[in-house]
C-alpha cells in the first residue's frame, strides 16, 4: 500500500464552482500535513498546512480525518488560475522525510 | 527574491556523459534535499543533507552522488545518466528537522538524456 495515495482527476469544473478531494495516508502517527499545488513543469509550492483539525485560507479549506486517516481539500469559488496539481504531503514520523502523493489535477474551465 | 535557485533551468547530456545540477539557498536552512520527479508521478526523495550529515535514500542508485560544501549550496552528480534518468531534479530546504518544519523547493532542473 501507498503511504499516500491520490485521487488523481483530472476534476474539470466550471468556474465558481466548488470542488474538493481527498487523500489517504497508510502512517497512523504521522503529525503534519501539507497541500501543495504544482503547476506544469514547475516546483511545488506550499498552499496550507495542517497539524490539527484542519484549516482555512480564503477559498481554500483542508480537513484532517485522523479515525479515518485522510486529509480533504475543498476550494470554493474556483477561478481559473485554480487549475494546478496539488499534492498531499505527508511527514514520515519521527523522520526529516515527507511522504508525497501523486498528486490531483484540477481544470478550471470558463 | 528566490530562496532557492537551482542551476541550470534545463540540462541536456548525452548517455553515459556526467552532468551536476546546482542548488543554492538564501535561507540558511539546515536541511537541503535533492528529488526526481517523473512525469504524472510523486517527487522521490535521494538523498538529503543535515547541515553537513548526509542521508542517502535505500533506493537511491549508486548513480548518483551529491556534495554540499558550505550551507547554502548543494549539488547533484549524475555520474553516468542513462535514458531512465531524465527528469525534473528538485531541489528543497528545510530550516530544521522537526515534523512540522515545511520544505521550500526549488524551480527545478529539467534533464533530458539523448
Known amino acids: 500500500r501507498k503511504e499516500v495515495e491520490q485521487d488523481p482527476g483530472p476534476f474539470n469544473v466550471p468556474e465558481g464552482a466548488t470542488v474538493a478531494f481527498n487523500c489517504t495516508y497508510s502512517n497512523s502517527a504521522s503529525q503534519s500535513f501539507f497541500w501543495y499545488r504544482q503547476d506544469c513543469r514547475k516546483e511545488p509550492k506550499l498552499l496550507m498546512s495542517v497539524y490539527s483539525s484542519g484549516n482555512e485560507d480564503g477559498r481554500f479549506t483542508a480537513q484532517l480525518n485522523r479515525a479515518s486517516q485522510y486529509i480533504s481539500l475543498l476550494i470554493r469559488d474556483s477561478k481559473l488560475s485554480d487549475s494546478a496539481t496539488y499534492l498531499c504531503?505527508?511527514?514520515?514520523?519521527?523522520?526529516?522525510?515527507?511522504?508525497f502523493g501523486a498528486g490531483t489535477t484540477v481544470t478550471v474551465r470558463a | 527574491d528566490a530562496m532557492v535557485i537551482q542551476n541550470p533551468r534545463y540540462q541536456v547530456t548525452q548517455f553515459g556523459k556526467p552532468v551536476t545540477l546546482s542548488c543554492s539557498q538564501t535561507?540558511?536552512?539546515?536541511?537541503m534535499y535533492w528529488y526526481q520527479q517523473k512525469s504524472s508521478q510523486a517527487p522521490k526523495l535521494l538523498f538529503h543533507y543535515y547541515d553537513k550529515d548526509f542521508n542517502n535514500e535505500a533506493d537511491t542508485p549508486d548513480n548518483f552522488q551529491s556534495r554540499r560544501p558550505n550551507t547554502s549550496f548543494c549539488f547533484l552528480d549524475i555520474r553516468s545518466p542513462g535514458l531512465g534518468d531524465a527528469a525534473m531534479y528538485l531541489c528543497?530546504?528545510?530550516?530544521?528537522?522537526?515534523?512540522?518544519?515545511?520544505?521550500?523547493f526549488g524551480p527545478g532542473t529539467r534533464l533530458l538524456v539523448l
Open positions: 535561507l540558511n536552512h539546515n536541511v
Open positions: 504531503v505527508v511527514n514520515v514520523p519521527n523522520d526529516y522525510k515527507l511522504s
Open positions: 528543497a530546504t528545510s530550516r530544521d528537522s522537526g515534523e512540522r518544519e515545511t520544505q521550500y
